[in-house]
């Protein structure tokens, strides 16, 4: 799904928050939050994980969601986004995973290496954080 300008401006906005809800096959769910979020292309997005319950979540159920937001003064007055999401693909080596591992080093130091998969995955909804038909 090709996300709107509004969309790509909320994913490249500095300062935002991302989190990101998976489930195991049981339907038990995790939600964390991640600085690494990137927008890929025109549909996708990468977040780099490490060992974690959002990855193991991710090995056997490829659904996610997440949510973009920019705080406002109140909460009606957040903008932003939530991405319904399918694993694409996962690389743990190679130019690209040692790339994006590099960039996250920069902003966070040696906290980089536990960092360990790639995950790109592909969008497949956006909705409005609060829906009230708008539209993003």
Request: aromatic share 4%; with cysteine.
């Amino acid at each position: 799904m090709k996300v709107s300008e509004t969309v790509r401006g909320y994913l490249e906005q500095e300062g935002r928050c991302n989190v990101i809800a998976t489930a195991d096959p049981s339907g038990k769910v995790n939600i964390a939050m991640f600085g690494s979020l990137r927008l890929v292309g025109e549909d996708g997005v990468m977040v780099m994980l490490g060992d974690n319950r959002s990855y193991e979540n991710l090995r056997s159920n490829p659904h996610a969601a997440c949510m973009v937001t920019m705080h406002g003064k109140t909460g009606l007055a957040s903008e932003g986004c939530r991405l319904y999401l399918k694993v694409h693909s996962v690389e743990d080596e190679g130019e690209r995973a040692d790339a994006f591992r590099a960039e996250i080093r920069k902003r966070i130091g040696a906290a980089a290496d536990m960092l360990k998969h790639l995950v790109r995955f592909d969008i497949v909804e956006v909705r409005p954080i609060l829906d009230l038909g708008q539209g993003v």
